[in-house]
């Protein structure tokens, strides 16, 4: 007998809260559709009562979901639980995720309160979130330090206020994973009428022990999994979607349970979030690393090619690897990009971001004689990228690099819409674009992080820079592709500085 095993993704909500990582309601929107594709069966997201803005993205992101539920986070108070009703109201499913921290150094460190002030705050917001929808989950927060008694005292109340989900959080990943599934047992031994409500867990990885944590649980009942895709999320990330799916379905040995997500939407999903958020993936890291199925060692090859199973025990094909596909090139016209986009799943916003995307394909098929899937994807980021603030805008620039000669940059930018250029050399021509931009803004900002990823193989791939710029306690990344890494850096720089100028203060839901 297979149980169904629930994927709850939380990258829109804990995986924006990795430094940088936030997203604009575009963004958040294409991820969600992506999502939807991938199947997985919850989408969190957002935490509603941040900010107006993230109340509505999660609104928008309810409106046009149909086959996942959708989801807003709530710490357990009236303003914040209403914000959440009100953000899924326009949902075809619905959910309220409501939580409250339940162990001692929180309730007294950090909330400041007892355990039965907690408790009846936990109970109240679940009985107002069902008067928005009837699928309630509830968390207890640093359930990994929680006692236990108390944790089956608030979960016990809970489930009688009328929790559906009742989820075990290991929020500062310090459970190891034979301690994890004994506790997630115990509870479900102890908590009465533990049989009625759908035990879940939301595993960090400060350890390295997330995914490992939550298939302990899976092992000993929990039936939904709160996972990121890439494993992104607070600190080290949370548990990484695709290796829970994939273990989960690989060791159908060891699991009595399985999941309905499209595993071939995976490495799609994988590629798309990185960009968004600027978050590469490592070449080493299970099922969407670069290398995941590279084998390198002449005894390895030689197994696989006699018979692929020597060394392979999942197929990459199955979880989304194809081999770069040759899409279209200079003579394809309007239509065959707009069929390649839809294809791809890319919904444009209307017919004048399609004739913009459309004329910057024109322009790198000029530059670059072979469009793959992966140039459409950051040609559309670009786009929905122009349309977030445009305060900065690269109009022109030159570089000059030689040997024996300090490298230099000139660069043209519109500042609100006035035209202002400077020139500076630097260490490299990079450094020297950087230091023009600078010179002209003069944001003050700190450079974080700087990494050029090329896009596809070659050397007129397209080269995707991620920088992330902090100022005044806020960070930001922001992205850029080109043919030429100096201007794509100058491109991301601009982007992240344009997402300085138009993020608001948000309420982050743990503190
Ligand atoms: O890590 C955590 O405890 C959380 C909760 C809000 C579920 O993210
Ligand atoms: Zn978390």
Redesign the pocket.
Known sequence: MTDKLIIFDTTLR?GEQSPGASMTKEEKIRIARQLEKLGVDVIEAGFAAASPGDADAIQSIAKIIEHSTVCS?ARANERDVRAAGEAIKPAKSGRIHT?IATSPIHMEKKLRMTPDQVVENAVKAVKLALEYTDDVEF?A??AVRSEMDFLVRIFDAVIQAGAKTL?V?D?VGYSIPALWGERIKQLIERVPNSAKVVWST?C?NDLGMAVANSLAAVMNGARQVECTINGLG?RAGNASLEEIVMAVKTRRDVFTCDSRIDTTQIVPTSKLVSSITGYPVQPNKAIVGANAFAHESGIHQDGVLKHRETYEIMRAEDVGWTTNKLTLGKLSGRNAFRTRLQELGIVLAGEEALNAAFARFKDLADRKSEIFDEDLQALVNEEVVTHISEHYRLVSMRAHSETGELPSARVVLSVGGQERSAEMQGGGPVDATFKAIEQIVQSGTELLLYSVNNITSGTDAQGEVTVRLAKGGRIVNGQGADTDIVVASAKSYLNALNKLDTEGERAH??V
């Open positions: 804990d986070l939580f968390s927060e640093d989820n959080p929020t939301h960090h607070e839901p743990q």
